[in-house]
């Protein structure tokens, strides 16, 4: 659910505003109300809304510049209440983004187009969040590993194909390309030069690159601590994990589950 905030130091139109309004019908619940500027702001800051509702007149400090301040720290979407001749002042908060204005005496079909509209922008700008994190992903794919070696590319020596399966199915195992040299009777030598020489890296390279997508991809993911996804990746030593996945992610485990 949505969760709104109203502020206004008027009773009566607070209340009307908690409870003359259907805000389950737009999957919305107020968790808050300030009668002031100053305590809008620290409920803003305390509860972290999605939809402001404020008055512009306010002790203390109005709503725009409580608009203001929050927006420094806080995400949400904001509707104004005004009276008509407050309207021209209240045109100032465009910059702000203000989604909606809404006159007194309220007009409460107006008020539902402004949160109609709020919940619009809370669901494209979500949309946006989760396209730019999947963009973020691509990128640390195509940093950590060209994307291509695994759409059927045609390769000059056999063995190359191999070395990329066997790395896709075996990295969360305990692999060597000893256990690929063994099993088709080839140089350990003859192979990383020409998985080297076809793919610009050396097999270790590769699986630890492989490893490490692997392992940001379970990071965001948020259901695994940073040891069990070491161990899923094929780390038995964390420490090492750590210097490993730093090394190519360019942060610590730990650094990057805090960037998300």
């Known amino acids: 659910m949505y969760k709104v905030l109203i502020a206004e130091d008027e009773e009566i139109i607070k209340k009307g505003l908690i409870y003359m309004v259907n805000w389950l019908k737009h999957n919305c619940v107020v968790v808050g109300h300030a009668a002031n500027g100053v305590e809008g702001t620290e409920r803003i800051a305390e509860l972290k809304p999605d939809i402001v509702v404020t008055d512009i007149r306010m002790p203390f ?9 929050a927006k420094q720290t806080d995400q949400f979407e904001a509707i104004i209440i005004s009276g008509f001749s407050e309207f021209e002042y209240a045109k100032q908060a465009i910059s702000l983004g203000v989604t909606e204005y809404v006159l007194k005496p309220i007009d409460f079909a107006k008020l539902d187009e402004g949160i109609e509209k709020s919940i619009a922008k809370i669901k494209a700008r979500n949309q946006l969040q989760e396209y730019a994190k999947s963009v973020d992903d691509m990128q640390v794919l195509q940093e950590l590993i060209d994307v291509r070696l695994f759409q059927d590319e045609h390769f000059k020596t056999k063995y190359v194909q191999i070395m990329l399966d066997f790395i896709k199915n075996n990295y969360n195992k305990k692999i060597s390309l000893q256990d690929i040299s063994e099993q088709h009777q080839v140089s350990t030598v003859y192979l990383n030069g020409k998985f080297k020489e076809e793919t610009k890296h050396t097999f ?57």
Request: charged share 25%; net charge positive; proline share 2%.
């Open 204 to 260: 270790n390279d590769f699986l630890n690159r492989y490893r490490i997508m692997k392992a940001t991809q379970m990071l965001r993911q948020g259901d695994k601590l940073v040891y069990e996804v070491a161990e899923l990746t094929g780390f038995h030593d964390y420490k090492y994990f750590s210097q490993v996945f730093k090394k190519y992610a360019g942060t610590s485990p730990t650094q990057f589950i805090e960037s998300l």
């Open 61 to 69: 400090k109005d709503g725009i510049a409580m608009i203001a301040e």
